[in-house]
Structure formats: structure tokens, C-alpha cells
């Protein structure tokens, strides 16, 4: 088991473009997490799939924030006109679900909107 | 939403002193994980501990969920445990919700 992998690592970007990040989970888990985090905080949470429904959104993700998980599997965090305050770490966890609900960390991608 | 405090914010050791970090949360958890973030910010899970005491080598956690708190002891600290250890909590169906981190440097 390789661990949950993210891609990219790194992103510039300018101001007004659309990005796109890749999550691939660890293969048996069945939920997938999404979070952001700015220097000096600690993350907070985006969104979460069960299998390929998404069963939360935080008010964290406005509407140019868009994640989907198609067939359970991959997902994808995509942000339309990409602004300034959006620079930050996106991570994703997945995990097994219940009953031991321990969630396991990608690498993260750093984002940076110029 | 339920509310997560840490503390200390910063904490500076010498190699080989041992430490307490504390994670007081305002509310009812049914999970409770710590982390710790390394200078790469690669995030790693040490313990998932809704309740009771765990250990692993030096690191241990102990959570009393009735009194609303989680402790994590660290021992004969090494210059590698230096980064950010976060407690997470999730509030039944809630969302996870992340403390502000303790910042910990251990110096050879």
C-alpha cells in the first residue's frame, strides 16, 4: 500500500484561472476527505465523500469550489477564478469508515495565486 | 461547533527532556486523533484515541472523555520529533474539526 498520494505537489497559478487537484485514497478505504490549511492554522475541513456520494460541504466552500470522487475511487478538488485568499495547502485523507475512523494524509498540494 | 484548544502553543526542549501536550475540547467526541506535522508538512497519524490510554515506543495518549481533554506524552524527545502536533476531534456526524497545534522544537 503505497498511501494516499496527491497531485500536484505544487501549483502557481494567476489570479482568475481554474486549477484543478487530483487525490488518489488508499484503495480500500470508502471515505475520502478534502481540508485546507494557511500557514500557522491547522487544517480545516472541506468536504467528505462515502464512496463516490458527497456527504458534506463545509460554508468553508463557496461555489467556485467543486469536488467529485466518479466511481468511488480518485478525487478531484477543482477551483474556478482562482483569487488571492485561495493560496493555501489542500490535503486529503481517506479512511476505512466505521468503526475506527483513523484518517491518513496526503502529501498535500501548495497552492499559490499570484 | 465544538471548540478545540491546545497548549502549549510553543514548546522548546533539549534533546532527550520529555513532555506533556494538552487538547481540551468543549463538547461530547466520538473520535479523537492526534497528529503530528513534520517541517516537510507531511501529516501523520500517531493515535486515534476516542477514549483511554495508548503507547507507541516513546509516544503515549491518554484521553478522559468525561472530563473533556487529551493529553500526549512525548519522551527522551529526539531532534526528529521537532514539528506541529495537532489533536482532532469529531463530534458525532460532525465535521473533523482540527486544534490550533502545538509547535514543538527539540534542539541537539
Known amino acids: 500500500d503505497t498511501g494516499v498520494s496527491q497531485d500536484p505537489r505544487h501549483k502557481i497559478t494567476k489570479r482568475g484561472q481554474n486549477v484543478t487537484f487530483r487525490c488518489d485514497p488508499i484503495?480500500?478505504?470508502?471515505?475520502l476527505y478534502w481540508y485546507r490549511q494557511t500557514l500557522g492554522q491547522g487544517p480545516e475541513f472541506l468536504t467528505y465523500?462515502?464512496?463516490?456520494?458527497?456527504?458534506?460541504k463545509s460554508r468553508l466552500l463557496s461555489d467556485r469550489f467543486s469536488a467529485e470522487r466518479p466511481k468511488g475511487s480518485f478525487s478531484t478538488l477543482e477551483i474556478q477564478r482562482t483569487e488571492q485568499g485561495d493560496s493555501a495547502m489542500y490535503l486529503c485523507?481517506?479512511?476505512?469508515?466505521?468503526?475506527?475512523?483513523?484518517?491518513?494524509f496526503g502529501p498535500g498540494t501548495r497552492l499559490l495565486v499570484l | 461547533g465544538i471548540q478545540v484548544e491546545q497548549s502549549p502553543p510553543d514548546l522548546i526542549l533539549q534533546e532527550g527532556a520529555n513532555s506533556t501536550l494538552r487538547c481540551n475540547f468543549s463538547?461530547?467526541?466520538?473520535?479523537l486523533q492526534w497528529f503530528h506535522q513534520n517541517p516537510w508538512g507531511q501529516l501523520i497519524n500517531l493515535f486515534y484515541?476516542?477514549?483511554g490510554t495508548k503507547q507507541n515506543g516513546r509516544l503515549s495518549a491518554t484521553t478522559v472523555a468525561t472530563e473533556r481533554y487529551s493529553l500526549l506524552y512525548i519522551s527522551s524527545s529526539q531532534t526528529t520529533d521537532s514539528g506541529v502536533y495537532f489533536c482532532?476531534?469529531?463530534?458525532?456526524?460532525?465535521?473533523?474539526?482540527f486544534g490550533p497545534g502545538t509547535r514543538l522544537s527539540v534542539l541537539p
Open positions: 482532532a476531534v469529531e463530534n458525532y456526524g460532525q465535521n473533523f474539526v
Open positions: 485523507a481517506s479512511s476505512l469508515g466505521t468503526p475506527q475512523e483513523t484518517q491518513y
Open positions: 463538547d461530547s467526541v466520538n473520535n
Open positions: 465523500f462515502q464512496n463516490e456520494a458527497q456527504l458534506e
Open positions: 484515541i476516542p477514549s
Open positions: 484503495s480500500e478505504h470508502n471515505r
